[in-house]
């Protein structure tokens, strides 16, 4: 008899994550059953099945939990800044609640791998920062993420789910969405000007590609241990002032870099960089250099 393929849930499947995550199952020697949920009505190529469903409609995910109950599920969905405050909290927590609330309710116990933000962490002091570190946030949406990660990791053992949060920190890569610095970034470098302007340059990231994070919590959905967080993170920290210099390097085209002090965040943190010896020993080590996600980027966003 035929043995079943693993099916694994993609909430956010139609997104910047999701859609990388998909390629990488996909790429896997192991056939998967990939099943897509977002709110677009389009399917990302490469999934078997796709539910456009809000996660605040708990009814009809317990009956797709009924009906295609997961081995595993990898947790995307959610929003960004500039959302407004009270929709970060009922997409963020609500729509992660509601998720599990399906899953128990169909009585579904599938490894549940929830992804999280390293805006979760407090009072930044420059070192590597332990998953341990002190977490609540310092923002609207640091703060409902970090309610999101831990009422899903208490749901989980209350209810005897295998609940593991990944805790990502900077994403870099082809595809990264304008709200992110490597976007905004990508976007100037591509789009016929002259100038590229930017901000502070002194504050220093732990980029992690987006391929490299997307295996990650693959290693984290198979391997982790539940109730645990893993910082999904390089260990390494990079200026703002070398990514941009990376990308001069790569651009085929001359830019002329001009900055401008309007663009500068407010009490933005000097150093954030994480200790990512939690992720190592699940056999999991980022390959892609800074210098190759900026030049795919680039490659990815230039005209065809």
Known sequence: MARRQKRIWITGAAGFSGRHLIRFLRELPQPLQLVGFDLRPGAPEGLDAYHAVDL???????????????????????????????????????????????????????????????????????????????????????????????????????????????????????????????????????NGEREVKVGNLKPERDFIDIRDAVAAYWAICEKGKPGQVYNVATGKSTSIRILVKTFVECSPIAKEIRQEAERSRKNDLNRVCADNTKLLALGCRPQISLTQSVRDMLQAARPQ
């Open 56 to 190: 605040g409609d708990g009814a009809k995910l317990r009956e797709l939990a009924e009906a295609q109950a997961p081995d595993c599920v990898i947790h995307l969905a959610g929003v960004l800044p500039p959302t407004p405050e009270p929709d970060l909290w009922r997409v963020n927590v609500g729509g992660t609640l509601n998720l599990l609330h399906a899953l128990a309710g169909a009585k579904a116990k599938p490894r549940f791998v929830t992804v999280g933000s390293a805006a979760e962490y407090t009072n930044f002091t420059g070192k590597k920062v332990r998953e341990d570190h002190s977490a609540g946030g310092n923002s609207p949406y640091g703060r409902t993420k970090w309610a999101q990660s831990t009422l899903a990791l208490a749901f989980g053992k209350e209810m005897g789910m295998p609940v593991m949060v990944a805790r990502t920190f900077n994403l870099i890569g082809p595809g990264t969405p304008l709200s992110l610095v490597p976007g905004a970034l990508c976007a100037q470098f591509t």
